[in-house]
């Protein structure tokens, strides 16, 4: 059985890792998202988006994967799997997931703003949030280090996108978990399955602009939901 997984921010949240929408320290409530996450932003305030994705990166690191990434790991044991995920931080892979696609990025990945050189660090530690802290410098052209993140106004790396379509396109089951399913081109891959004529299943507490269109809509937690989806979808192959 061939199972794509599509994850948005609603299965980290049971982690700990907020959204800018439930940002706990309410340091950064004053700042409009699409200034901390745009070039736009980062070019009029390169220290405040740095410092922004440098206190994400650390607090990423500090929390676990819950019941929701490590169900979609052990599936392996069972099943071909493909992650796709919208989310910049590394639960999946810490979870044991071995292909996982990063739509929007990665917190763990950096490179030079100038030259596109990849940054090994050292990455300067923060253990409170800051609002500002100017970013690390390239050694072979002095130009700025960035994270590793789609921002707003990019395009989407062409090499995850593919495979992404690929994923959802050939599955027997798409399993949509803890996204809004609104942003773009990621939304778009649920219609791409149904096309295609694979069983769609979304995990979400709330609804969304999938759910009348799903196969199946399961209105649970991640948590809750995925260690117990496995044994549901041979069933829902079969109808
Ligand atoms: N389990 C499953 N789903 C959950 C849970 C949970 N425990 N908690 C919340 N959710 C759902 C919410 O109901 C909501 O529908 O997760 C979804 C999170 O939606 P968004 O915050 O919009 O996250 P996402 O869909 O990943 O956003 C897409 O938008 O902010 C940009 O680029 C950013 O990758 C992000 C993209």
Redesign the pocket.
């Known amino acids: 059985m061939r199972i794509a997984v599509l994850s ?4 980290s ?2 982690s700990g890792v907020p ?3 439930d940002d706990k320290t309410g340091l950064w409530a004053k700042y409009d ?1 699409y200034e901390l ?1 745009s070039t736009d932003g980062w070019q009029s305030h390169p220290e405040r988006v740095w410092a922004w994705y440098l206190w994400r990166h650390h607090l990423v690191e500090r929390v676990q994967p819950n019941d ?1 990434h490590r169900a979609v790991a052990a599936w392996q044991d069972y099943a071909d799997v493909t992650v796709i995920t ?2 910049v931080d590394n639960l999946h892979e810490r979870a044991g997931s071995t292909t996982v696609h990063h739509l ?1 990025g990665s917190l763990f990945e950096f490179w030079c703003d100038t030259c596109g050189s990849r940054f090994h660090g050292p990455l300067p530690d923060m253990p409170e949030p800051e609002l500002e802290k100017m970013p690390p410098q390239c050694d072979i052209c002095g130009g700025l280090i960035r994270p590793g993140i789609v921002w707003f106004g990019e395009q989407l790396p062409d090499e995850p996108w593919q495979a992404a379509v690929e994923a959802a396109a050939t599955a027997d089951v798409l399993v949509v ?7 773009y081109p ?1 939304a778009g891959l649920p219609e791409v399955a149904l096309a295609q004529g694979v069983i769609v299943v979304e ?4 609804q ?1 602009p999938l759910s009348g269109t799903a196969t199946l809509s399961i209105r649970e ?3 809750t939901a995925l260690p117990r989806l496995l044994p549901q979808l041979p069933e829902l192959l079969a109808n």
Request: net charge negative; proline share 6%.
């Open positions: 948005g921010a609603g299965i949240a049971e959204t800018f929408r998202p996450s929701g919208q989310n929007h978990v803890g996204t809004s399913a609104v942003v990621a995990v979400n507490p709330e969304t937690s991640a948590s």
